[in-house]
């Protein structure tokens, strides 16, 4: 099946600091990425959708300064966490679909803890 | 609005049969979505529906009934690793997953 690989696998970052988080398709070609925050205990939250060479497409309430999303190419999406605060500590998970594909395939996701 | 419902927590015993309902309302329908995640872990995919009736595969079956907003997740011959959230995605007319808030599955020996 379709691999993604994330990283970092954790991260432990300052609060004010900026961190950035790589998505990346290994043997399929990612039209479109999806980046999910999730608190614990609590369900997936969309917060972007990119499709590779345009601007992302946020959610309601998720700050696109804060949260830049870039999708450069059909492997690679980066999602960084700018002036980062403790509550935005949060398990973040990217997810890739294919053109063709009606499948989402996740990544193994990336614990921030910002101190 | 559109909104997902499915049980916040189930119990079941080693060896026997559990089963997870969903149903749902949403904007469009392109289809329905079961993910297993273990605690710390991202969601791996389980099943895919968008006709009704039944999928099968292996211990796990998914069932959908479109005209109900309605789907189940069946799992068989329970094993102790099953315990893990299950988590019910509906696809909307945008083509966005639509989540629910999961079902956390205990496992007793």
């Known amino acids: 099946g379709a691999v993604v690989s994330q990283h970092p696998s954790w991260v432990i970052c300052k609060s004010g600091t900026s961190v950035k988080i790589e998505c990346r398709s290994l043997d399929f070609q990612a039209t479109t990425m999806f980046w999910y925050r999730q608190f614990p205990k609590q369900s997936l939250m969309l917060m972007a959708t990119?499709?590779?060479?345009?601007?992302?497409?946020?959610e309601q309430g998720v700050e696109k300064d804060k949260f830049l999303i870039n999708h450069a190419s059909l492997t690679l999406s980066t999602l960084t966490v700018t002036s980062a605060h403790p509550e935005d500590s949060s398990f973040y998970i990217c997810?890739?679909?294919?053109?063709?594909?009606?499948?989402?395939?996740f990544g193994p996701g990336t614990r921030l803890t910002v101190t | 609005g559109q909104n997902i419902d499915q049980p916040t927590e189930m119990t079941a015993t080693e060896g026997a049969i559990v089963q997870i309902n969903c149903t749902y309302q949403?904007?469009?329908?392109?289809?329905l979505f079961w993910y297993q995640q273990h605690a710390g872990e991202a969601p791996t995919f389980l099943s895919y529906?968008?006709l009704d009736g039944l999928e099968e595969k292996g211990r796990f079956s998914s069932f959908l009934s479109r005209s109900k907003g309605y789907s189940y997740l069946l799992l068989k011959e329970l094993q102790m690793k099953d315990s893990a959230s299950y988590l019910c995605?509906?696809?909307?007319?945008?083509?966005?997953?639509?989540w629910g808030a999961g079902t956390k599955l205990i496992i007793k020996p």
């Open positions: 990119s499709n590779e060479g345009s601007k992302a497409t946020y």
């Open positions: 529906n968008v």
């Open positions: 949403t904007s469009g329908f392109n289809g």
């Open positions: 995605a509906v696809r909307d007319s945008n083509y966005q997953l639509i």
């Open positions: 997810s890739a679909r294919g053109n063709n594909d009606y499948e989402q395939y």
